[in-house]
């Protein structure tokens, strides 16, 4: 809808303005917030945001409220086109509907939209300021990522590789990156060919090209990934397929057909990943996500502490890494069982 409103209106024009600093990401995420926010408001044109009071910040706050999260937390329900859900919160589990921290984080994309708006003297209210809004805590309930367990990692990637085609070889490939370097499914399919590197003591690695950080990372490719690397690179020989991109898009009845001019998408590694769990007979409460949540609890129950394991997963601080560590301690194991006076 942001696409068919006119480019030179000032409302759009602040606030592609403001975003212009940003990184790719921060765009993605505050234009698809606003367009999000527009389809609410059924807008013809985007000065429907001067339109907004505090009574319609308080509907799309209780629309957040009562609105499901993403697909893999739904799978028991089907998924209607309508705004409007059938179900109430005592109908359907909390943590099948959007977690406080994402209604927090809308909100608050909005909030500063209109500070923008209010900054270039377009609107003089802020229907979305924190005196009026009351938004979930920083500190209330966020949906866990589940981890794997250990033991169904190669099953989960052979099973893919077997299937024999060269884009099953792509994707058990794309898999053990998953796995083996704890990669988000957007850095996966940035990956060029040319960003595979050797250093001067011959180890191989790979350069992940604008992270989430915004910044460049060298990675280090183990030998699990490697194994499954070189099968690629070997497929890739056999079938002439020569693209820039490490993991090219594929179509077509059993995806024989690669587009060389085009990366795998985001939502396709979620396809490839979902259907890897679901033919080992895995539940459906696992994401590409989960693979960097397996990654980052083995390296700690291999006995990396939390700052080693941070230079891995790349995160900004330790306490990010200490959210991704899914280690749980048996009932024999629980220090209680010690506990004297």
């Not at 992270?211 to 099968?231: A, H, I, Q």
């Amino acid at each position: 809808m942001i696409k068919e409103f006119d480019k030179n209106d000032p409302i759009l024009l602040s606030i592609m303005a403001f975003l212009s600093g940003k990184s790719k990401l921060t765009q993605k995420t505050y234009l698809g917030v606003l367009k999000e926010f527009l389809d609410f408001l059924n807008a013809k044109d985007i000065s429907y945001l001067l339109k907004v009071n505090q009574i319609t910040a308080a509907r799309y706050l209780s629309f957040l409220r009562t609105k499901f999260g993403i697909p893999p937390r739904v799978s028991d329900f089907s998924r209607s086109s309508s705004t409007d859900l059938a179900f109430t919160k005592s109908q359907i589990s909390e943590d099948l509907l959007l977690a406080p921290a994402s209604i927090r984080k809308k909100i608050s994309i909005l909030r500063k939209i209109y500070k923008v708006l209010e900054a270039n003297g377009l609107t003089k209210t802020n229907p979305f300021l924190s005196e009026l809004i009351s938004t979930p805590k920083a500190g209330s309930y966020k949906r866990p990522t589940e981890m794997l367990q250990f033991d169904v990692i190669d099953k989960l990637i052979n099973s893919t590789l077997e299937r024999g085609s060269p884009a099953s070889v792509r994707d058990a490939c794309i898999l053990a990156f998953l796995f083996g370097l704890g990669l988000r499914r957007g850095e996966v399919v940035k990956i060029l060919l040319s960003d595979l590197k050797v250093s001067p003591n011959k180890t191989k690695y790979v350069v992940l090209r604008r992270t989430k950080s915004g910044r460049d990372f060298e990675m280090p490719l183990n030998d699990f990934v490697k194994n499954y690397l070189e099968l690629w690179l070997d497929q890739r020989d056999k079938n002439g397929i020569n693209s820039i991109y490490l993991f090219p898009a594929s179509s077509g009845r059993g995806k024989k057909k690669f587009n060389l001019n085009k990366p795998i998408s985001t939502m396709a590694v979620w396809r490839l990943f979902k259907t890897a769990c679901a033919r080992v007979g895995l539940p459906n409460i696992y994401s590409p996500h989960s693979a960097r949540a397996t990654a980052i609890t083995r390296l700690l129950q291999m006995g990396f502490n939390f700052k080693e394991v941070q230079s891995f997963s790349r995160h900004s601080s330790i306490a990010m890494v200490e959210v991704y560590d899914k280690r749980r301690l048996s009932i024999e194991e629980n220090p209680g069982l010690k506990l004297k006076y």
